[in-house]
């Protein structure tokens, strides 16, 4: 039998909870918009899925059924989702901002078949062209050709023998250039290599028109500098891009004084919807400048935050200067370019987590990844640190024994999921059957116990999230590839011979290190914003968190596999504001 004195409990509880309901109900919150009747994909801890959210300026100010946020907010707009799927915006944590709108600006050789296909667009390009002006471009694969070699500058000297011309890789790691670019480099058959660079010559000594990593620095050097305008231009076309897949944060991996200048400058006078994360491109003036001043954390209502270093210590497998421990398989006498020394690793670590930085450093192959890691592991050692978030970018050849250290040492290996789909026509021929098991090893990863955030290194690949989600979950190409063995033997640079394990091609190219739905959707969001220190900011629709969110046309966490190219933005929202939509 209850006491007088616990019923009088009892009825005072229940007494609070209908004054609570009640007082909610007759006096909402105000709101600025709230957006109901959708399937909401939280992304927090436990992966809510919820109805509907409130918005108030630029945060999420409530989160719930759609009956209790139409109960518990009186707002001046309401969005009926009518069912559509809803995620946190995007965020890439791997990507370079500015040479994105460059590249849109420039000769675009993205999926050029051939080499004379990419002379051909530089000639439409010098046509519309000033005499002497300077011809730029970038986007070329030799290895998507039917003839693999390095490209040479004849075929460029008989569209543009009087423009210079200079077409960077698609992998951002090797330039081709004409004669007229040559001499205007005064490169001759004595020109010397230098420290972490190579000049591709013929069989006589002469250079053919090739540079890969350190020695692009000898024409890129005489290339005239982009006016405010030019640059300005090119910021606007590759934030219009990105809002239209989706990206409401980027991590740019090497800005230097000037983009931070106009980056500064166009949020200042409200032109900038968007959020940079961006990482110092190297030591030089900026770097030291920077540990004076400190990180710049938050400016203009977290649109831009500088406190991370980028560095590099090799190149790019696609080109052969990723720094591996064996040769190349595919070219004996080659073990690829280390562009930085260990002790500038480890000392630039050191005064970076003394003055509050982060260190993103690039890292393609198993020798590169290795320096990484123990130059960190010595930084740390000296300058102890719980929660450094050093990062390494790319992380795309493993040594099997170096796998484990990302999570022992706290590591963070940020991944770009099309790397992987783009590389797979000839990466085993670059590393042979036994070394691929350590490359684009996300499973492997993952089952550490530490995360990837996912990027897409663009303009390097297409910047559309979602083709990198479609990559992590099938890894598979746009076509479907490789669906059987016999389809992965006709179309990789691969025999049976050089097979380990022909189940290699089921259900994907090395399908066992796939990563999950889930995962491949924290990659770009919730691990992306934790990769940043913004895990309490961003990557999330939570009460408190920025509202940056984005609207899909259809259900990306349960359509089929091949169903997620079909994936549209239909809506992009950065701090509450609608910045891209109408479709």
Same mark, same amino acid.
């Given at each position: 039998m209850i006491s007088s004195q616990a019923r009088n409990f009892l009825l005072f509880l229940l007494a609070v909870v209908v004054f609570a309901v009640l007082f909610i109900r007759y006096n909402p919150q105000e709101a600025d918009a709230i957006f109901v009747n959708g399937r909401i994909y939280t992304m927090d801890a436990e992966n809510s899925v919820v109805e509907a959210f409130a918005v108030k300026g630029d945060r999420i100010s409530g989160i719930g059924t759609s009956s209790t946020i139409e109960r518990s907010f009186e707002a001046k707009v309401r969005v009926d989702l009518e069912g559509k799927t809803v995620l946190p915006g995007f965020i890439d944590a791997h990507a370079h901002f500015m040479s994105l709108g460059i590249s849109r600006l420039t000769v675009?050789?993205?999926?050029?078949?051939? *080499?004379? *296909? /990419?002379? *051909?667009?530089? @000639?439409?390009?010098?046509?519309?062209?000033?005499?002497?002006?300077?011809?730029?471009?970038?986007?070329?694969?030799?290895?998507?050709?039917?003839?693999?070699?390095?490209?040479?500058?004849?075929?460029l000297d008989n569209v543009s023998p009087n423009n210079p011309v200079v077409l960077v890789r698609v992998d951002g790691? /090797?330039?081709?250039?004409? @004669? @007229? /670019?040559?001499?205007?480099?005064?490169?001759t058959r004595a020109t010397p290599e230098p420290q972490g660079g190579r000049i591709v010559r013929d069989t006589q000594g002469n250079p053919t028109g090739v540079f890969v990593d350190a020695a692009m620095e000898l024409v890129s050097k005489h290339l005239p500098e982009l006016s405010d305008q030019e640059a300005t231009e090119a910021i606007q076309l590759a934030l219009h891009e990105c809002l239209q897949y989706g990206i409401t944060t980027v991590h740019d991996m090497g800005v230097d004084a000037r983009e931070i200048a106009l980056y500064k400058g166009l949020i200042e006078r409200g032109e900038f919807p968007f959020r940079i994360y961006a990482a110092i491109g190297g030591l030089g003036d900026l770097w030291t400048e920077s540990l004076v001043r400190g990180p710049l954390i938050g400016f203009g209502q977290n649109r831009l935050t500088v406190r991370a270093l980028k560095l590099y210590i090799d190149g790019a497998l696609g080109s052969r200067g990723a720094a591996l421990i064996e040769p190349y398989s595919d070219e004996p006498d080659n073990r690829g370019l280390t562009l930085s020394s260990e002790e500038a690793i480890r000392s630039a670590t050191v005064e970076a987590l003394k003055h509050g930085f982060q260190v993103c450093t690039h890292a393609i192959g198993d020798r590169g990844n290795n320096i990484v890691l123990n130059m960190y592991e010595a930084a740390l050692h000296e300058v102890p640190m719980a929660d450094h978030r050093l990062r390494v970018e790319h992380a795309q050849v493993l040594y099997p024994e170096d796998i484990p250290k990302f999570k022992k040492s706290g590591i963070v290996p940020s991944m770009q999921p099309t790397h992987c789909t783009s590389d797979m026509y000839w990466a085993e021929a670059r590393l042979g059957p036994k070394r691929i098991l350590g490359a684009y090893a996300?499973?492997?990863?993952?089952?550490?116990?530490?995360?990837?955030?996912?990027?897409?290194?663009?303009?390097?690949?297409?910047?559309?999230?979602?083709?990198?989600?479609y990559a992590a979950v099938t890894r598979k190409d746009k076509e479907g590839r490789p669906l059987t063995v016999e389809d992965g033997l006709k179309y990789f640079e691969l025999s049976k011979e050089g097979m380990t394990d022909s189940s290699a091609f089921l259900n994907g190219w090395h399908a066992d290190q796939k990563m999950t739905r889930v995962e491949a959707l924290k990659s770009f969001t919730t691990w992306a914003a934790w990769a940043g220190f913004e895990e309490h900011l961003k990557g999330s629709i939570q009460k408190g968190f920025l509202a940056d969110f984005i609207i899909l046309s259809a259900d990306i966490a349960s359509v089929s596999d091949r169903s997620i190219l079909d994936i549209r933005v239909l809506k992009t929202y950065v701090g509450g504001k609608e910045v891209f939509g109408g479709r």
């Open positions: 675009d050789l993205l999926g050029c078949r051939s *080499e004379s *296909e /990419a002379a *051909e667009r530089v @000639k439409q390009r010098v046509t519309k062209s000033g005499a002497g002006q300077w011809i730029r471009g970038r986007g070329w694969d030799q290895n998507d050709w039917p003839v693999t070699r390095f490209p040479s500058h004849a075929s790691h /090797a330039a081709w250039v004409n @004669k @007229k /670019a040559l001499e205007i480099a005064g490169i996300w499973r492997s990863l993952l089952k550490t116990g530490v995360i990837i955030p996912g990027g897409s290194d663009f303009p390097v690949e297409h910047p559309n999230p979602v083709l990198g989600i």
